[in-house]
Every structure is written in C-alpha cells, then in structure tokens.
C-alpha cells in the first residue's frame, strides 16, 4: 500500500528529504515553483556532480486561474487552443515576471538571500536545470528521485503539493508514494516525453540573471544606484507631469528650462488635484510660468482664466494676457468684493501674491473661496513668500481650493506619532488624513510631505546648482534660452554707505533721535488706542447691545499683539527717517486726542479693523493707523486723504501745543463723524473704564514734550539723506538707482529732497500711487518691452517694498535700502526686483544705510525693543522675523562689513521635494543613458550600504524606502537598534546622497532585521482605518473610550478577568468601522447606563455574532512594499 501525505500525520518534504539524501539525480514536475521554497530541498543536491545525469531537472507547468479555465472552456470562439511564436514569448516574459514578483514579495532575511545564492551556484554548476513547458497547461505534481539501487532505482511522490513552502510542509494537500516498478518507469516516461518536447524551453539562464540582479546579488550593489532609486521614485510627481503636458506654441523658445519643467509639473498638480502653488522665489519668472499653466489649461480644456492681483500689478497682468493671447480677465483685488459675486464663471483662477490671503476670516478671502466653489474653478497661487512664521499661511492658501475635510490620502505622519493617534482624535475634531489635520502640526517633515502635492518651489541657489552651465572662461553661471542666447547669473555685491552723526553735539538730529531718552519715551508709552480690549469695563457686557458686545469681543481677541506692531513701527520710522518718525509722533497724538475729546463729551469712539487683517493685509508702507483699509483706530481708504484731514493746519502753523493739538482732534472728530461715519464701527464712552482717557492723555503729554523738543525736521542737517544726494549724483550720476524704503512718508520726503537738490528724472511710488506699473516701465524699459521716450524715462525711482512684488525692474543694477528691513527676507526680495531674469549687469550693487560709528546703537535699541515686547507680551504681526533673530545682531555686522554671500541667503531654502528628487535624476542622468537604464531595471527591495560615521542627530542606521498599501511614499530612518530616527523624506534623501564613485560596503549583519523594524514602524502608520474612531460623542469612540479604561482597571485589579475576547473586542473597535446594527445596539446601551460588564459582554457578543464591524475579510489585507534600502555603517558587517 502506498504511503498518504497529507502533511498533518505524515509530511511530504521529509521523505523527499531522506530520500534525496540517497539519491543522485531527480526530476521535478510542479504547477508553480516557489524560489526561496528551493532552500527546503536545497541541501540533498549539493553533493551531486551536477550535468545531464546528475542533476535536478525542473519542468514548470503553464498554469490557469480557475476562472480564466472556465471563461476559455465556454469560449464561443474557442480560440486560444494553440500557441502562436508571439504567445510563447508573452508567456515566457509573464513567467519571468512571476519570478521577479516573488523576490519583491515581503521582507529580505539573511536566511533567504543566502538559499537565494545557493540556488544561483545550483544554477551555474547546472545541479539543477529548470525549463517551462508551454504546449498546454500543466497541473501535475510529480516527483522522481533516481539512485543505483536495482531493486528500487525509482522513487515517486505524486499528488498536489508545489514546490513551494506550504506545498512541500503545510496542510491542505494530498500525495503517494509511488514504488512499484512499472508505475515509476511509466511517470518517468512521462516526464522525458514533455521535457523533451518541442514546446518545453530551458529558462536556467533566465533564473540566474533574475535572481543576480535581485537583492540576493552576490556582489554588493553601488550606493549611488540605491540614491538614485529613490530619487527616481520620489520625482514621480515630477516626472508624471514632464511627460504627461506638452508647452503651448505661443511660449515654445521663450521659456528656460527650468521653468519649462515648472509648468508642466503645476499642470500635473492642478489635473490631479485642482491646485497648484507656484512659489519659486523672487526673480525666477512666476508670472510667466503662470501664464503658460493657464495658456496650457486653456487650449487642452478649452477653459477661461480669472486674474485675481494686487492693483499695483493689474496693468502688468493686463500685458501677459495681450501678448501670450490669454482668454482672460484681470481683476484687482480691491475689486473682489464688488464685482466677484456677480462674476461669471471662470474655470481657471490664478491669484498673484496669494499670500496676502492668509487670513481665513477676512471678507475678501471668503468671497474670493466661495467663487472657486461655486464655479468649480482650478486654482493657481502665486507667491515668492508662501509662507512667514507659521504653517497656518500656507494651509489658509491651499484651502482656496482644497476643502479642509477632503481626504487628502496622507496625513501628519511626525505630529501623529508624536502624541499618538488616539490622542490626536481625542484633541482635534478632524479627520486623520485631511488638511484639517495638517494644521495641526508644528512639524516641517509634516508640511514637506504634505506641499510636495501641492507646490513648485525652487530658489535661486537650487537654480545655479541644477540648471546652470559654468563658463569655462569666466567661472561665471549661466542658463541658456532654446534660441542660444545666454542669461548669466550676476553676483550679488553688498555695499555699506556710511552717515555720520556727533553725540557730543546737541543740535544733531540722528544723535538726539537714537538718544536712550527717545528710547525709553516710546518703550513707556501705554498705546492704549491698541489695546482697547484692556480698558473694557466691568459692566460692560451687561449694558452693550449686541452689535457693541461683538464689537468688544473682538477687541479682546486682539489683546496686546496691535500694541507690539504699533511700537516696532515707531522704532522702525525712527531708524527710517527723522521726517517720518516725527510725522509719526505727530498724527499718534492727533488720534489720541480725538478718542480724549469724544470721551470728554460723551461721544462714540471710532473704531477700525482690530487684529489678524491689520497684521497681515496692510501695505505697510502708510501708517498702519491712517492710509489704507486696514486699520487700528480708523478705516480709511486708499485715497490717504485722512492724513491730509488730519494736518490741514500743520502747514500753516503748528506750535506743538495742547492747545493746538485738541483743536485739531476736534475737527478731525468731526469729519469722521459726519462724512466718513460708515467707515468706521462705533462704541459709545461708558463701555470703557476711565483709565483709557488717562492713559491717552499722558501718552500724548509724553509724546508732545519729544516734538517742542525737536520741533520741525531740517533736511539740511541730515547727514543720512546728504550720502543719499552724494550716492545718486556723484558716486553713480548717470545709472538707474532703484531705492528702498518701508514707508510712504520717507518716499515722499526723499522724492522731494533729491529734487530739490538737482536730481532729475526722479519719482517716487508708493501704494497711493495711481499706476506703480506705469511707473516701472519707465524706469525700466527695456525689460518691459515698453517703448519710452528719452524724456520720459526715469533714472532714479524711490519706492516702497509695494513695489518689491511682481514688477520687472532689470534695467537697474544699483539698489539702495535707505533702511534696513527687520526682516532678511524683505532685503533679499528688494534685490530680486533687479536681480531677475534678463539682468544684464554682472554685478548687482546693493547699498545699505548704516550709522558710520554708531551701528551698536542700532543693535541696542532693537534689543530694547525686543525685551519690551517680550516683557509686555506683545506679540507682533507674522511677518515679524525679527523677533526669531533672523535680522539680528551678527547680520548686521555683516552688512557692515559687506561679506560677500550674505544677500545670497534666500528668504527658505525649501524646494518642493519633487522637483528636488527630478533634478537628483537628471543632473545624474542626462549625459549618461547606461545608468539610467541600469537603475531603471533595479527591481524593487535591493539594498546597498555605504561608508557612515554616526552622530546623535545622524546615528548609524539603515533608510528604508517603501510605498504603503494606498501607494504614498513613506521613508524611515532606524538606528542599530530600530527605533526611528526620522521620517522626513527630505532628511532621509539628503542621508543618502552620494556619488557614483562612493564604494560599496559589505552588509551590516543586522541590515535585513533593522528594514524589517522599519517596516514595521511604517505599517503601523498605514494600517487603513486605524485611529479612525470618529467624534468624542459618537457611539465608536465612546464605546472604545470606555471599553479600554474598564480593561486597564481589569488588569490591574483582576488580571483573570482581563480576557483575550475583550482585548480583541476593543481591537476590532479600534481598526474597523461599526456596523449599522451594532451603532444603534451600542448607543441604546450607552443611554441606559449599564454596569461595565454587562455592557463589556454585550459588545463581545456582537463581535462573536459576526455583528460588530465591517472588516471586509474579503479584501485581501495590502501592506507596505518594499523600494530599497541604505545602511549607514561605520563598517558593511558585524554587531
């Protein structure tokens, strides 16, 4: 009787085992054949002498799905029954991709990678010899083992079981043993008949290369090729859209390369996603590659373009419709509010400047939302600044077009395992993988993960590193046009000018000025105008209608952070101009009055735009208190006229009295209350406690004693505006000088000034100038396109930083900042207003005003600034760097010493972590196709090692690269023991670098192990509905909640009664969604007010009923796959 192998009372691979032992050649006929199953078997051939009679010869059978079966056998058509030459190569190529799926299959081991190689020397010393029999499909499972035995040379096995690990060991399966003579003889004739037929075909050399050029290789691979890998799979993004868009006619020749490829990936993200942020830094030509995204989106889907842009920059947008035939209209956004609810419906918004729309809760960012809603509108932002100090910037933009609840398909990876999922579900009422979520983080590798889908951002650096050539001659950088011209990159050239000022001499202005007693006048001032929420009385609530009561909450919110803009701005006018800071002092106390006199005669108080829209939506360059809509106290427009309201009789007289000052608040009163009442909101007196007018009165008393003492400003002794006049007509008396300031009235001031002292061709812009466009075409020309006449171009043009955005001013390369910024990143745009592309200079001049002797008293007073803020807590606007040191005491020092490379410190260094990956690929690939190819065909799990001297922040490791179940890119950084050090891509990327000629090292004993823990950190992230416990109040998570807590007292009070059918109960409730039936059951329990074990036993029953949760059994559970790995190691082996 033959002997059963079921693999339950007796098992099927012993006996081949044994009877291998004593055998020395065997033939194999299996359906399917498993390359790491080989290692079960592997050891009974290596003795045997291997060649035709001494060898394992595999015949793979050609197998069909059952389905596939069934669908051929009914075929009406029945073809199929032949094989045709090009069906025998597609089968051939399926079978070798089978193989290769098999190695890219789960984790690597140490185990499995050295069978892998056995099975290559099998191979090689032809021990074993594999052909693939495609005549017909093939089922059999046979197994010959021959040995010189005359009674029993034969040995067979037939019956179900592969050649795999769970054929040769597991249950399920069923075969004999066959001895009897002419049995083995006829099985044994079988087999030669289809070995040796014509359709059977020998795949032996295929299995080798598959497996050689797998991760179970025998030498080790190149580093270089496992940085390129990842690079390759990191720029998908880029390269999708590379290849998926081709540029519109029109712009074919007029764009360089760089920015050809920033088009084509912004299309990429607006046809995946809807949006796109085109956030490359000043001077790389966003306007441009804007209008080729819309020209392209307008030809491909026959759609029409809204312009939305700051007004200054309407006649600019108005000439790239014109010229590149856009079918567009351009429309300010001051205008929004009156025309886009009435607009008609335009597929396609681009938004200029989009970071002015940081502020979710203004009006004209809800109005312009709703548009790209209701019209269903794919949206382009622009913005060099994308973001300032808080992350919130970049989230408030993208919601323009992305809902915040919308499942973006990742989520906050770093703050999730920070806190845990449980508890970031317990803290914020947002789903998990939603830009709702991602607000919630403080982590940049959340927001880099997260933008990378949303923004093309490149920097100047990233530029000349990645697309520039290098003239051979002049080591200069340059880009080229597809028509052969060239755009050299200028150097930027800091420069200091020097004005001098006497301490000991008591009639100098700037000494009196930066004087400590100025310093102190203005740190003391209460501002009480900027806190109104601090002098709100006890019983106001009590007594306010509900207008007034809303009024006073907001005024609230606003707290101390006006208070802290309101004093940097003096500070900032004073180092500015003498001029500005006392018009400052000026028209402060004019408005301190006008509140004391209507406090006086029981009069409502005008009240403006308290908070966020002031912080963040003023111009700047006016008094935040006076010009434009954006105010503190008052609301004006952008006419300025309130300035001229306010000091109509300053020009005639002005004795800086009390006296004076109180008459002059009295008719300002009066001009609000009548003819500009709906501009402002109201507050009656009795809603503040007396304090607000004593506070008024005696900041005003302070400020008044500064201006008898100072009196009117002298331009002639002013030392600073006399370099100014030196630099522009005698230093450079014939070049176009552009010059920078913060503020209107020093534009004003300097216009006039210069003017007066014989500098010609000369105007000033600011943000009340009718048409700055107009203006920058005649200042710069040629870069325009414009034609100007001769007596009608401008040499000199003295602007605001209004002007530092979105105009073409490369006709100059002199820039001027008249002050210093406190924060780097406004100099650094000022001189991309020059420093763009078509700058012909190779040198760009940029001058800054510093005090010749006294620049430490420039660092002590912004220090003394600083601690005032920091010991009142007045927060300042987000766009106040300086409070983060980023202008502080050593940039200073710089400047002064003109170091060369500090103007090249761009504004963020982040590129967007696709464009990053591609120019990786292709600055390593574009002179060398070999590689390309080469790492190309890498399949998936392949690993390298290269040379790493650990730190803390960067310990010895291995990076491990895989793709989760949904198909997001997932990167994890473990040490030598497993624990993760980051998840940054960008951090992982920049890890790996490394050049082609970085030498491979041997592997790291534990390497397999540490990207198994890797992968388990990963998949623990990526489990698809974990965490997913919905609102507090819901019946999941309640259930959870209390299921969890009774478990814990379980455990620590009665360890018997913690059972496993509870732990796996609150499991399920953690992983899986609830069944209807089991909501509504929960929620009734849930009302009752049960025990916690009765309601504990009932959920475990629902769950031993089938009727808790819906875990879609039949989906086959998907999890992380492997792209590669790196070891960091001191040294490739070893513990």
Request: hydrophobic share 35%.
């Amino acid at each position: 009787m033959p002997r059963i192998f079921d693999n339950i009372e007796q098992s099927l691979l012993p006996a081949i085992k044994e009877t291998l032992a004593v055998s020395e050649k065997a033939d194999f006929c299996v359906g399917f054949f498993n390359l790491r199953g080989w290692s079960k078997i592997q050891d009974g051939i290596d003795t045997w002498e291997g060649g035709e009679g001494h060898c394992c010869r595999l015949l793979i059978g050609m197998q069909k799905l059952a389905d596939d079966e069934l669908a051929e056998s009914l075929s009406i058509s029945q073809s199929g029954k032949t094989v045709d030459a090009p069906s025998l190569k597609r089968l051939q190529r399926q079978l070798a991709d089978s193989f290769r799926k098999q190695l890219i299959m789960g984790a690597p081991n140490n185990h499995d990678e050295q069978s892998l190689r056995r099975l290559v020397t099998h191979l090689k010393k032809k021990q074993l010899s594999v052909k693939l029999f495609l005549k017909h499909p093939l089922h059999a499972k046979l197994y010959l083992l021959h040995r010189h035995d005359l009674n029993n040379p034969i040995t067979g096995f037939l019956g179900s079981s592969n050649l795999t690990l769970a054929g040769l060991a597991n249950q399920g399966e069923l075969n004999v043993d066959v001895l009897e003579h002419d049995a083995c003889n006829k099985l044994a004739k079988w087999f030669n008949d289809r070995w040796n037929d014509n359709w059977c075909f020998d795949i032996t050399e295929e299995l080798i290369d598959i497996i050689e050029n797998s991760w179970a290789r025998p030498e080790p691979l190149p580093p270089f090729y496992v940085y390129l890998k990842m690079a390759y799979h990191l720029a998908q993004e880029a390269r999708s859209g590379l290849d998926e868009f081709k540029l519109p006619a029109i712009f074919q020749g007029r764009l360089l390369a760089f920015q050809t490829n920033a088009v084509k990936i912004a299309a990429h993200h607006i046809n995946k996603r809807g949006g796109v942020l085109i956030g490359d830094v000043v001077g790389l030509g966003k306007t441009l590659m804007a209008s080729a995204v819309a020209k392209l989106l307008e030809d491909d889907l026959n759609l029409e373009t809204l312009i939305i842009c700051p007004k200054n920059l309407v006649k600019m947008w108005q000439g790239y419709v014109h010229h590149y035939q856009l079918r567009a209209k351009v429309l300010s956004v001051s205008r929004v509010m009156n025309d886009l609810p009435e607009e008609r419906r335009y597929r396609i918004v681009v938004i200029d400047e989009s970071q002015n729309l940081r502020n979710r809760e203004g009006k004209k960012y809800r109005v312009i939302q709703e548009y790209i809603k209701r019209n269903d509108s794919k949206c382009i932002l622009l913005s060099a600044t994308p973001y300032n100090k808080t992350y919130l910037d970049l989230a408030s933009q993208l919601q323009l077009f992305v809902p915040p609840d919308v499942d973006l398909g990742i989520r906050p990876e770093r703050y999730i395992k920070d806190i845990g999922e449980v508890e970031f579900i317990r803290r914020h009422q947002a789903l998990i993988r939603s830009l709702a979520a991602f607000e919630k983080s403080e982590y940049a590798d959340d927001w880099r993960d997260l933008m990378r889908l949303y923004m093309v951002r490149r920097t100047r650096t990233f530029i000349k590193e990645n697309y520039a050539y290098t003239d051979e001659s002049t080591g200069r950088k340059y880009l080229v046009f597809e028509d052969g011209r060239r755009y050299y990159f200028p150097d930027r050239i800091p420069k200091k000018v020097q004005f001098r000022f006497n301490e000991n001499d008591a009639k100098d202005p700037y000494a009196r000025l930066y004087s400590d007693k100025v310093v102190a006048i203005i740190n003391h001032l209460s501002l009480p105008r900027y806190g109104l929420g601090n002098y709100i009385s006890s019983n106001a609530q009590a007594s306010a209608s509900r207008d007034e009561a809303k009024q006073l909450d907001n005024l609230c919110k606003a707290g101390k952070r006006l208070m802290g803009f309101c004093r940097t701005n003096l500070f900032k006018r004073l180092e500015s101009s003498g001029q500005s800071f006392l018009l400052s002092l000026d028209r402060h106390i004019i408005r301190n009055f006008v509140y004391s006199y209507a406090i006086e005669h029981n009069l409502p108080l005008p009240i403006g735009i308290q908070g966020a829209e002031l912080l963040m939506e003023s111009v700047n360059d006016e008094e935040p208190d006076i010009a434009n809509e954006a105010q503190t106290a008052f609301d004006f427009e952008e006419d300025g006229d309130s300035a001229e309201n306010e000091q109509v009789q300053e020009e005639r007289y002005h004795p800086y009295s009390e006296e004076w000052y109180v008459a002059t608040a009295k008719a300002v009163y009066e001009v609000y209350r009548h003819s500009k009442q709906k501009r402002f909101k109201w507050l009656k007196p009795a809603l503040f406690t007396n304090s607000l007018k004593q506070e008024l009165l005696t900041d005003s008393r302070s400020l008044i004693a500064l201006m008898q003492e100072f009196g009117e400003w002298n331009p002639d002794r002013d030392t600073k505006l006399s370099s100014l006049i030196k630099l522009v007509g005698v230093d450079h008396p014939q070049e176009k000088v552009l010059i920078f300031t913060q503020f209107a009235d020093t534009v004003r001031y300097l216009s006039q000034e210069l003017k007066r002292n014989g500098i010609g061709q000369l105007v000033g812009v600011t943000g009340q100038s009718e048409d700055p466009t107009e203006l920058a075409w005649r200042f710069s020309p040629v870069s325009n396109e414009k034609p100007v006449k001769p007596s009608d171009e401008l040499r000199v043009l003295i602007a605001t930083d209004v002007l530092s955005e979105g105009q073409n001013l490369q006709d100059s390369a002199i820039v001027v900042n008249y002050d210093l910024p406190w924060a780097l990143v406004r100099l650094i745009q000022r001189v991309g207003r020059v420093d763009r592309i078509g700058q012909k200079a190779e040198e760009i001049r940029c001058y800054s005003f510093l005090p010749a002797d006294g620049l430490e008293r420039i660092i002590r007073l912004r220090a003394k600034v600083k601690q005032r803020l920091q010991e009142n807590s007045e927060v300042v606007g987000s766009d106040e760097l300086f409070f983060e040191d980023d202008f502080n005491q050593k940039t200073l020092q710089h400047f002064y010493t003109e170091k060369s490379g500090i103007l090249d410190a761009e504004p963020d260094t982040e590129v967007d972590l696709s464009s990053y990956a591609y120019q990786i690929w292709h600055n390593a690939t574009r002179d060398n196709v070999e590689l390309a190819k080469k790492v190309k065909a890498l399949p998936d799990v392949v690993f390298a090692t290269k040379k790493h001297v650990g730190s803390t922040r960067s310990p010895e490791g291995v990076l491990v690269y895989a793709k989760t179940a949904e198909g997001n890119d997932s990167l994890v950084w473990v040490n030598k023991k497993g624990e993760s050090v980051t998840q940054s891509q960008v951090a992982i990327l920049k890890a790996a670098e490394c050049e082609l000629a970085t030498p491979a090292q041997q592997r790291y004993e534990s390497h397999h192990e540490l990207v198994l823990r890797g992968l388990e950190h990963i998949f623990e992230q990526d489990k698809a509905t974990g965490g997913q416990l919905g609102r507090p109040s819901g019946a999941r998570y309640r259930t959870y909640e209390r299921l969890k807590t009774y478990y814990g007292d379980l455990k620590k009070n009665k360890p018997l009664f913690a059972t496993d059918d509870l732990s796996r109960t609150i499991d399920d409730i953690y992983k899986y969604p609830l069944r209807p039936i089991a909501t509504d059951a929960l929620n009734r329990q849930l009302k009752t007010g049960v025990s916690e074990e009765t309601f504990a036993n009932m959920v475990i029953d629902l769950r031993k009923e089938g009727r808790l949760s819906l875990k879609e059994e039949e989906i086959e559970t998907q999890e992380p796959r492997i792209i590669c790995s790196l070891g960091l190691f001191t040294e490739g082996s070893g513990e």
